[in-house]
């Protein structure tokens, strides 16, 4: 398979190519050239296949040209070792959660697939350091998912006193591959520092520099396994009876869109969804393209949902150019929802008081956008994003008691930090990496 560029100015590059650079050179989205449909036998049968099983066929349409079987088929389950089950919430609403994986949210799938994909395609070379900026939930998830990758080895740039205990434990407590280096900055001097690193020709000749941004086609596409994973498990409890297949609803809560972004990819490839809705926080920029057609990205707002705060959604290129710019075919798949934070709080109350059912402040703003949108007939999924405990004290201030932190967060919190303090400028960080 040939990935182009949605900016139009760059070669088809290889999946290996597409891989390893993550953006293309003329700075658009790599899409793969064809979207290949799975056969109708594979959806009469997925109600009884594993997890792995329906993501080996989905990662098999989509890379199986570029990567042999076995191996594809080792990297897949290697990266699934945990379920992403589906939890009735109300009559019609199911939570699809997404946050079993190491780091207790979803991005665990793309970074571990990555990770591994990564290490396929370099095996035999000379080691690959990959340079990630983070304000907290990628670089855990970056961490983590390359954790212990023969090959490889992860810098993970943060600043200093910016990011909260939980998420700071995740990334600095693992050793091995992993090095953690804490900024005396802010999140927009670690993003500078990794800039300059890829722009510096002597760095990059003393050593191999890449990095494990989200908009990776490996990072983002392997999300569609959820999706899929999702109808399957509907699917079975369909034979109850009670649920009309042909229409469920699937709801994302939406930062970059690369979560929604994978599950439009699915339903290309023959996933019977019969629509979606993007929840937005208060940052509504692409609720407000719906409405209006008209697409203005602004500084984002800080919200208690804060892995959505995104003024311009990176992955908003890869949904106009899916649908080939049209406006009235995005409206006609997509529907969006933006809630404040007082919304988002009182949806996370008013749920937990009815239901049992504790939504993080993400998964909050999915369920309520089903709340409201669904129609007569419809059921619905909503996205679970990161498991509650991650926004510990801002879910238990909201409900008025503590929650239980989960053993694999515990495990991290009682790790020891290995941090490496750096000044901001350039200098300090290339003199750390040339002598490594
Ligand atoms: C990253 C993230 C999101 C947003 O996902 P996108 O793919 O950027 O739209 C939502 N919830 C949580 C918990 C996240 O970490």
Do not use: W
Request: charged share 20%; with cysteine; glycine share 8%.
């Amino acid at each position: 398979m040939k990935y182009y560029s949605t900016n139009g100015c760059a070669p088809l590059a290889s999946l290996q190519e597409t891989v390893v650079r993550g953006l293309a050179p003329d700075k658009g989205l790599y899409m793969p050239k064809s979207i290949r449909p799975l056969p109708q036998e594979f959806f009469d049968d997925i109600q009884d296949m594993s997890f792995q099983d329906i993501a080996f066929n989905v990662a098999s349409a989509l890379f199986g040209d570029d990567i042999d079987g076995d191996a594809l088929q080792e990297i897949v389950y290697d990266t699934l070792s945990f379920d992403c089950p589906t939890v009735q919430v109300t009559d019609n609403i199911h939570s699809l959660e997404l946050f079993h994986g190491p780091t207790l949210a979803f991005k665990d799938v793309g970074a571990r697939f990555m990770a591994r994909l990564l290490q396929y395609f370099i095996h035999d070379e000379r080691q690959v350091n990959v340079l990630v900026a983070t304000s907290g939930d990628t670089g855990s998830a970056v961490a983590n998912g390359f954790l212990c990758v023969e090959g490889i080895h992860v810098y993970v740039l943060y600043p200093k006193g910016k990011v909260s205990p939980i998420q700071e434990c995740q990334f600095t407590t693992l050793g091995h591959n992993i090095t953690a280096i804490e900024v005396d900055g802010v999140f927009d001097d670690c993003q500078r520092l990794v800039k300059s690193a890829f722009m510096d020709g002597e760095l990059n000749e003393h050593m191999r520099l890449t990095s494990a941004n989200s908009i990776n086609v490996a990072r983002f596409l392997p999300q569609s396994f959820y999706y899929f994973n999702a109808y399957a498990r509907i699917k079975k409890l369909s034979e109850r009876g009670g649920i009309d297949l042909s229409r469920i609803v699937v709801c994302v809560p939406s930062g970059n869109f690369g979560n929604i972004c994978s599950a439009l990819f699915g339903k290309r490839m023959g996933l019977p969804i019969k629509r979606f809705i993007a929840a937005n926080n208060a940052n509504s920029v692409f609720y407000e393209y719906l409405k209006t057609g008209v697409y203005t990205p602004r500084p984002s707002v800080q919200t208690i949902a804060n892995a959505m705060d995104v003024g311009d959604p990176s992955n908003f290129a890869r949904i106009l150019d899916l649908y080939g710019k049209d406006h009235k075919a995005i409206c006609a798949d997509i529907s969006g929802a933006t809630y404040t934070d007082k919304q988002i709080a009182q949806t996370i109350n008013e749920v937990f008081t009815a239901t049992g059912y504790l939504c993080d402040p993400h998964g909050a703003c999915g369920f309520r956008a089903l709340q409201e949108g669904l129609c007569e007939g419809e059921t619905g999924i909503f996205c679970e994003t990161a498991h509650p405990a991650k926004f510990k004290d801002t879910v238990e201030s909201i409900i008025g008691s503590e929650i239980e932190i989960p053993s694999k967060l515990q495990a991290f919190m009682s790790g020891e930090k290995q941090s490496i303090t750096l000044p901001k400028d350039f200098k300090s960080l290339k003199d750390l990496l040339m002598s490594r």
